[in-house]
C-alpha cells in the first residue's frame, strides 16, 4: 500500500513544485514558453493515453479474440462523454480564452481558471489510480514500474502545467504566495480521485479494461479540446508542435523502458 500512496502523490508533488516556480519568476512566462510547456504537456498525456492505459486495457481482454478492442473501444468513449458534460456544466475559463464555458455563475476568473485546471486533472487523478488499482489486483498486466512510469510522466507535465498556472495570477496582481497555493489546489483532486478510484476499481476488477480506456478518453478529450487550441493560439508558430513531440517521446519511452 505504501507503494501505491507514494505512485498517487507523486504527480501531485510534480504539480506544488511547478507552482512554486512564481517565487522564482520576476513576470509571467512568455508566450512560446507557455506554448511549449503546453505541447509538452499534451505530448505525455497522448502517450500516456496510449501505452499506459489503452494498449494494456486491450491486453487485459485479449481472450476475446478479435473483439479484444471492445472494451476499450467503450470505456474510452464512455470517457469522452463523460468530460463533455463536465465541459458543458463545470464553469470555467481557459487562459487563452476570454468567454467562461460551462454553466453560468457568479465567480471570479481566478476561481474559473483554476476550475479549468482541476477539470483537467481530473482524468489524470483517474489514470493513476486504475493503474495502480491494476497493479494491486494482481492480475500482471500492470507492473510496479509500468505504474511508476505513469506517475512520473503525468508528474512531469503537472510540474509544467502547476508553473502555467501560478505565474499567470501572480501577472494578474496575486501575490506570490496566494498564486502557489492556487497552483498547488488545481493539482489537489488527482491524489484524491486517485485512492477514490484504487479502492472502487478493487471491488470490480472485471471492470478494468474499460476503466482504463475510460480514463484514456478522458485525457484524450482534454488534449484535443483544451491543450492543442492552447498551445496554437495567436501568432504562428511550431514550437507547440515541437514540444508535442518531445512529450510524446519522452513519455513513450519512460513507459517502454519502464514497463
Known sequence: MDTVIMGLMIPFIGTSAGAACVFFLKKNLSTNIQRALT?????????????????????????????????????????????????????????????????RSHLN???????????????????VGVVYAGLV????????????????????????????VSTPLYAEGMTKPKSFFWGVFSGAVEPVLGIITVFTV?????????????????????????????MSAGEHSNIGVIA??????AMMALDVALG
Open 137 to 164: 489486483s494482481g492480475s500482471g498486466v500492470i507492473t510496479a514500474s509500468g505504474a511508476l512510469a505513469l506517475s512520473l510522466g503525468i508528474a512531469i507535465q503537472n510540474f509544467l502545467e502547476g508553473a502555467i
Open 39 to 103: 505541447g509538452f504537456a499534451a505530448g505525455v498525456m497522448v502517450a500516456a493515453s496510449i501505452w499506459s492505459l489503452l494498449v494494456p486495457a486491450m491486453d487485459q481482454s485479449a481472450s476475446m479474440g478479435k473483439w479484444s478492442f471492445l472494451p476499450a473501444f467503450i470505456g474510452f468513449w464512455i470517457g469522452i462523454l463523460l468530460l463533455l458534460a463536465l465541459d458543458r456544466l463545470i464553469p470555467h475559463i481557459h487562459r487563452s480564452a476570454d468567454q467562461p464555458e460551462g454553466l
Open 109 to 127: 476568473k481566478t476561481s474559473m481558471m483554476v476550475l479549468a485546471v482541476t477539470l483537467h486533472n481530473i482524468p489524470e487523478g483517474m489514470a
Open 202 to 230: 478493487a471491488l470490480v476488477t472485471s471492470a478494468m479494461p474499460y476503466l482504463l480506456a475510460f480514463a484514456a478518453g478522458a485525457m484524450i478529450y482534454v488534449v484535443v479540446e483544451e491543450l492543442i487550441p492552447e
Open 244 to 249: 508535442f513531440a518531445v512529450g510524446f517521446s
